[in-house]
């Protein structure tokens, strides 16, 4: 049973570009949500998806935003990059039950912005 | 607002001595907390977690951690540490009222020593 997938590993991009960031959920997971993780910082909660639409966001500019598939998978995506947007994004998955279900995290994928 | 405060950056420790990693949060109601392991090029990990009952709690890897209400804590201790727990360690909050919407603290890194 594959885990969390996210692609790709790596990415380096230039100010101003956009960036698209694909993840897939755990085998079963119906619920994507997105982190950034600065250097040497925590992961900070950007937004969750939940039946295709975004149920959460945290304090993240209208540069980040997200789709999800009917398959569950999902893309993270970031206009007009910033130097600032340097960071490892994660994934993580997990299944909507109304209670409490653990989150199962990815790789991530680790942006470069020059 | 949910928060958590990791107040060590760094910790160093012999292989076979103990460990604890220091976690204070805030949050006006009962929290939900957890503690993650992140290994380099690794996601996150789930080591444990505490919802109600029982204040100590047992997680995977020999892990354990202790909730104190009075002095909001959640110190993550283990007894006899191995090299292969050198890794970074972040305590993180969630609440049932927001989906279980993580915050995480900025994290500790554990270094192993022979």
């Known amino acids: 049973d594959a885990g969390v997938t996210q692609s790709p590993t790596h990415l380096i991009k230039t100010r101003g570009q956009q960036v698209t960031l694909r993840c897939s959920p755990k085998s079963g997971h119906d619920t994507v949500s997105w982190y950034q993780q600065a250097l040497g910082q925590g992961p900070q909660f950007i937004f969750q998806?939940?039946?295709?639409?975004?149920?959460q966001r945290g304090n993240f500019p209208d540069r980040f935003s997200g789709h999800q598939f009917p398959n569950y998978s999902s893309e993270l995506n970031v206009n007009a990059l910033l130097l600032g947007d340097s960071a490892l994004y994660l994934c993580?998955?997990?299944?909507?039950?109304?209670?409490?279900?653990?989150?199962?995290f990815g790789p991530g994928t680790r942006l470069t912005v020059l | 607002a949910q928060s958590v405060t990791q107040p060590d950056i760094h910790i160093t420790v012999s292989e076979g001595a103990s460990l604890e990693l220091r976690c204070n949060y805030s949050?006006?109601?009962?929290?939900?907390l957890f503690w993650y392991v992140q290994s380099p090029g690794q996601g996150l990990q789930l080591l444990l977690k505490y919802f109600s009952g029982d204040t100590l709690v047992q997680g995977i890897k020999g892990f354990e951690a202790e909730f104190k209400r009075s002095q909001s804590s959640f110190n993550l201790r283990k007894p006899s540490v191995h090299w292969s727990d050198a890794a970074e360690y972040f305590c993180?909050?969630?609440?049932?009222?927001?989906?279980?919407?993580?915050?995480f603290g900025a994290g500790t890194t554990v270094t192993v020593r022979a």
């Open positions: 993180a909050v969630g609440a049932i009222s927001n989906d279980y919407k993580l915050s």
């Open positions: 993580a998955s997990s299944l909507k039950t109304g209670g409490y279900n653990e989150q199962f």
């Open positions: 949050y006006g109601a009962t929290p939900y």
């Open positions: 998806y939940y039946e295709e639409e975004e149920r």
